[in-house]
Every structure is written in C-alpha cells, then in structure tokens.
C-alpha cells in the first residue's frame, strides 16, 4: 500500500485552540513523500510549514487525518509510543542545533542511542559516534565542545546526532538560518551526499535559494499546499563551493 | 530505557555543572554531618552517664531516708533520719538475695594533717561498701567488719583528699584530724574522677560508719543504706521486700506514704539518661532542620536546573527520551547529590565528633545505626526534593521545550 511512499499524509489537520478562537494552522494536507526524496517544504511564516513540520517529526499529532510512517499509522500514538519512533525512525536537525552545552561532540551524537533499544557499551557508543561524525567532516573534532566549533561544524554535528539511528526520514527545520551563505552551501552539500546515499530528507525553509538544492519543493499557504513541484535547475553543493571557491581565488 | 543509561546520563549532566554540584550537595553534607556529629556528641554522654551509674556498683538498691511527705512538711531525702541500724540488721537478715548491705552516714566537714587542712566529704559506711561500689584500692587494706563493730578510728581517703592533705608524702598509716579526732588512713582508693553532675569523687574520706556516726555526724540515724542483690532479676522482689519489710518495721499503716525512698540502680540511670537523651534529641532536632534546608536547596536547584535545562530536555525528548526517561534522570541526579552528600556528610560527620572528643576530653559514639538512618534519611531526602522538578521536567511539551529561549 506504501509503494515506497516512506511518509504519507492523508487529509491532515491541525487545529489549535488559543482561548476562544480555534486556529486552524493546517487544514486538510495530503502529501506522499518516497523513499530517497529530498523535499522542501517552504512558506511564509504562519503559512503552517512548522506546524506540519511538528507533525512530520512526530513532536505532535494532527487533530484529524492519518499520518503513515513508513507504512505505520502513527497518528493516534501516544506520548511514549510517538518518543520511540521519533527515536528509531527519524533524525532531527535544527535551526539553532540544539547541542548540548558543555557536551563534547561526541557525547552528543552519542544521545539517541541512550535513548534507543539497544543496549549498547561506552566503547560501541563511541565507535559508532567516532564513524558518524568522521561521516560529516568532523574527525579529529570529537572531544570538542560546541563552544569550541563554528556554527558550520555544530550543524555537522546536529547532522551526525540525527544520523547515529539510520532514521527513514532527516527532517531539518531551517538548517541554514543561523548560518552565513557560504556554510549554508556546505551543510546543503551534505544533505545532497546524504540523499544521494539514499536517505530521504524533508527540509523547512523559506528561503528560495536553499530550496533549490532539494529535488522538490512543497509550498504552503494558509494551512494548505499550494504548490508541489520538481526542481529543475538544482544547485549542486560542491559546484557551488567550487565556483566560490575560484571567484575568492580570482578575486586575491 | 535501561538503568545504567540513565545513570550515565545523569552523571554526564551533573559533571557539567561540577562547582553547582557540590555547592548543593554540601547542604547536604553540613545537614547529615551535623547530624551525625551532635547525635554522636549526645549518645557519648548518655555512654558516659550510664558508666558513671555503673559505676556505683551492680545490682544496687539504695533507700535513703526521709519522707516525701512528713504531716504535710516534706523533708527531702536524708532529711528526716528515719533509717535506723536495726532497719540495716534486718534487711540483711530477712530478705532474699541480698549479698552486701553498707549503713550510709554523710557529712562534710574539715580535715587536717600536719600543717595542711581541707573541705572534704566524709562517708561512713560498711566493710561491705567498697564491693558495692566496686571501687578498688590503690594501695593498703580497707577497714573490716571488726573496725565497724568497734567503732575504729581508721579511715579510707580519696586521691584528692590525699594529695590536698598529705601532698606527696605517703599516706598510709598516717594520721588524719577529722574534726580533732585522729584518724589512721589504711587505704587510698583508686581515683574514679568527675561525677556526671561534675563532682570530684576522689575528694572523700570513707570510714566505718559507726565511727562516722559516734564521732563525727553525731546522731544515730542513717542517711542512706546500700544493698546489693546477686541477681538482676531479683532487682524487683527484693525492692519490694524492702519496702514491705521497712513500712512493718516503721508501723505505717496502709494508705499512708513511705518515710523513706527505695530506689534501684536501673531507675537511677533512667533519670539520669533521661536528661541526656533529650539533649541528644534536641541536638539532632536542630541538625535535622540543617538536613530539611539542604534538601530544600537540592530542589531548588534542581527546579532551576529544570529550567535552565528545558531546550536540553526538548532536544532529549526530540531524539526519543519518554517521560519517564526524563524523570528517572532529575531523580537520580538529585538522589546522586544527596547521596554522595550523605556519605561525605557521615565521613565529616564522624570527624568533627572525634575532634571534639579528642579536644574538649568528651566522649562521642557513632552507632552504625545512625550512620545507616543518616544516609537513608538523605537517599529520602533527594527522594522527596527531587520529584517535583523531576516531574515538572517530564511533563515538558517537547514543542515548547525545543523553541523556550
């Protein structure tokens, strides 16, 4: 019934009550994403991309429809139930990466597993988060704090912490909004080697530069989708990277 | 989520926050090691009192004379003299289990030998007294049953008395005034030091009573008389028999107060370990309230740390941490502080009772008991301190908890 659709939302809503008005943030979303996609979900603000993106990530369940992930109804799950999915099945990056303060890299890669099914020694803990992060481009880093890494490698290592489970789904919520251009090409560059590995990533973002390294583009407005089409003139990260990397050269 | 996963992520989040750590913790650590220190302090003296009560002998029943009640005028113990000799002659006769009667006079008066004099205590007693007392001779012989009977000017003296008296010149055989009559010493006992009420019991001369009675006290009533039994457990019936015997003896009729007080030794310590078990309550009492802020502390710094901590929760509950996970882990983070806080508590605890033992010459006694219920105490404290953050924090919505600034 999936027939690879690894998420599938069928008439979601989701319906806030704030007093005595009820707020309908996202009213009436179908969508099948396939496994191996790369999609990203753009919107102005409140046009309900964070709220659909909430429910994506299993943070929270919509008000009515059905919610398939990876062929599992999850939409009727509860508190627990939703905790270990989000655990087994799916890898979060943030905007502002969420890394533990005064954490080395590696402890907080190492976080889901602590969390997960298998019991696992400190010593497998650190192979699997060493291998993760070597992964990303941080080898030598994993003793580092997040205070002691730039915003680009911090995001590396939100990246690696969403990877350690080998999750169906990477869902990123403005990967790139605290970050300067150049670094946003590189984390985008990494979210293209990821899915070229065939891990599927559905991206929140609203600028239109950085959706243009996903393969496809869902536009909402209002709660619902406005647009859904393929991108056509993709920006690939590391010719991006070269290109600038050549215009700095030429420039010194 | 297993145990030891959480255990390692508890510590993980307490090792960041190393100084916050032992700045709770040592709430903890000032609470139990007061507590542990002043109990310790308290049962010592309690040890003390029960020893210097077993120190007036085994098994010891003591009637002292005088009424409580006297035609509506109460005398005070020893005030009326309503012990005779014969009351003595007949407990020693007529009641079971006795093993060793001493006639008691009291006085205090001043003693003299060569140029020297001294204010001391003067105790006629029974041959038998020093097996009562248990109070064994430093050097010479005690007097006899034959001194008492003839009324002897011989007369036992204390190392106080002695040094006051004689200085370092030997004692024995020597002559002491009491009262102008002389007196030979035959014996010094061995020093016994301070009572629990402070008096130096090594200041006293102890003579036949007869003696005391004809020469010194004058009168021919006693103030006390000591009776030991063999037995413990005939402490009772004997005390009875005593008082049965005594009100038969002084013609009081039923209904009527005794004119005299019985008292054995287990009633004695009683009274006495009754005081300081109220200064060792009262002393733990005040450590306790110690104890009550330290845990309040550790709440309070772990409702802070709840706070401080929400983005980290969201993140945790994002990558699937359940409630339950969260909770177990602010529960043993608290337990954590209050538990090392306990044991290093116990351990200064320990310390700070033996340094006062050591420096102010006062007895301290840790029981394992205390150190148990003093480390229970504080694993219940992180117990109940720490589940209300640790809730709060699993109650967390995990959308909020990720955006909270």
New interface residues.
């Given amino acids: 019934m999936n027939n690879g659709a690894v998420v599938r939302l069928i008439d979601v809503r989701k319906t806030y009550r704030t007093g005595d008005v009820d707020v309908h943030a996202v009213r009436g979303v179908s969508l099948d994403i396939a496994r191996g996609e790369f999609v990203a979900l753009m919107g102005a603000s409140g046009s309900g991309k964070s709220t659909l993106m909430?429910v994506l990530?299993c943070?929270?369940r919509p008000t009515s429809g059905q919610y398939f992930l990876d062929g599992n109804d999850v939409s009727s799950l509860d508190?627990?139930q939703l905790?270990?999915i989000?655990?087994?099945k799916l890898g979060?990056v943030?905007q502002n990466f969420?890394?533990?303060?005064?954490?080395t890299a590696r402890?907080n890669v190492e976080?889901?597993l602590?969390?997960?099914e298998n019991?696992l020694t400190?010593a497998q803990l650190r192979e699997r988060a060493d291998r993760v992060l070597a992964a990303v481009g941080l080898q030598g880093r994993e003793d580092h704090h997040p205070s002691q890494l730039s915003g680009g490698q911090q995001q590396r290592v939100a990246i690696a912490?969403a990877l350690i489970?080998e999750p169906e789904v990477i869902l990123a919520d403005e990967p790139t909004g605290n970050l300067d251009s150049r670094t946003s090409i590189e984390i985008m560059s990494i979210f293209q080697q990821l899915n070229e590995q065939g891990i599927t990533v559905v991206m929140v973002t609203h600028e239109p530069d950085i959706a243009r390294y996903a393969k496809r583009n869902v536009m909402m407005r209002d709660g619902v989708v406005r647009d859904d089409f393929t991108v056509t003139e993709r920006f690939e990260g590391t010719r991006e990277l070269e290109q600038i990397r050549s215009t700095s050269d030429e420039a010194s | 989520?297993?145990v030891?996963?959480t255990f390692?992520?508890a510590f993980?989040a307490l090792r960041?926050?190393k100084m916050r750590s032992v700045l709770t913790a040592l709430g903890i650590i000032i609470g139990v090691g007061a507590v542990i220190a002043m109990v310790g302090i308290g049962n010592g003296a309690k040890s003390q009192v029960e020893q210097q009560i077993a120190s007036l002998g085994q098994n010891i029943i003591i009637i002292s004379s005088g009424s409580t009640t006297s035609s509506g005028i109460r005398t005070g113990w020893g005030g009326a003299g309503t012990l005779k000799i014969e009351d003595a002659e007949a407990i020693r006769r007529e009641v079971a289990g006795v093993t060793a009667v001493s006639e008691e006079v009291i006085s205090t008066t001043q003693v003299a030998a060569g140029n020297q004099n001294w204010f001391t205590r003067i105790y006629g007693e029974s041959a038998d007294y020093f097996d009562i007392r248990q109070w064994p001779l430093a050097d010479g012989a005690p007097f006899t049953a034959q001194d008492v009977r003839s009324a002897n000017k011989v007369c036992v003296i204390g190392q106080t008395t002695a040094t006051q008296v004689f200085g370092n010149e030997n004692p024995l055989g020597q002559i002491l005034r009491v009262k102008n009559v002389p007196f030979t010493v035959t014996a010094i006992l061995n020093p016994k030091g301070l009572s629990v009420q402070g008096v130096d019991q090594d200041d006293i001369v102890i003579m036949p009573y007869s003696s005391a009675m004809k020469r010194v006290v004058g009168g021919t009533t006693l103030r006390n008389i000591n009776v030991q039994v063999a037995d413990a457990s005939q402490l009772g019936v004997a005390q009875q028999q005593i008082v049965d015997l005594l009100r038969q003896r002084h013609n009081i009729r039923a209904g009527r107060d005794d004119d005299f007080t019985v008292r054995n030794q287990q009633e004695i310590a009683d009274a006495a370990t009754a005081t300081t078990d109220v200064m060792t309550g009262l002393l733990g009492a005040i450590a306790g309230v110690s104890l009550v802020v330290g845990g309040i502390g550790i709440m309070n710094i772990m409702l802070v740390s709840v706070t401080e901590r929400t983005?980290?929760i969201?993140?945790?509950?994002?990558?699937?941490?359940?409630?339950?996970?969260i909770l177990t882990q602010f529960l043993i983070e608290a337990i954590s502080l209050s538990c090392v806080g306990g044991i290093l508590g116990i351990i200064i605890g320990i310390a700070a009772a033996k340094t006062i033992a050591i420096t102010r010459h006062w007895p301290a006694l840790i029981s394992p008991m205390s150190i148990f219920a003093a480390f229970a105490v504080s694993a219940l404290v992180g117990i109940f301190f720490g589940f209300y953050p640790a809730r709060k924090a699993a109650a967390l919505d995990?959308?909020e908890a990720?955006r909270y600034e």
């Fill in positions: 909430n990530g943070l929270d508190r627990d905790a270990d989000r655990n087994r979060f943030f969420n890394l533990l303060p005064r954490t402890e976080l889901p602590l969390y997960g019991r400190n912490r489970n | 989520m297993r030891g996963a390692n992520v993980r960041r926050n983005r980290e969201g993140t945790r509950m994002a990558v699937g941490a359940r409630g339950r996970d995990p959308i990720l």
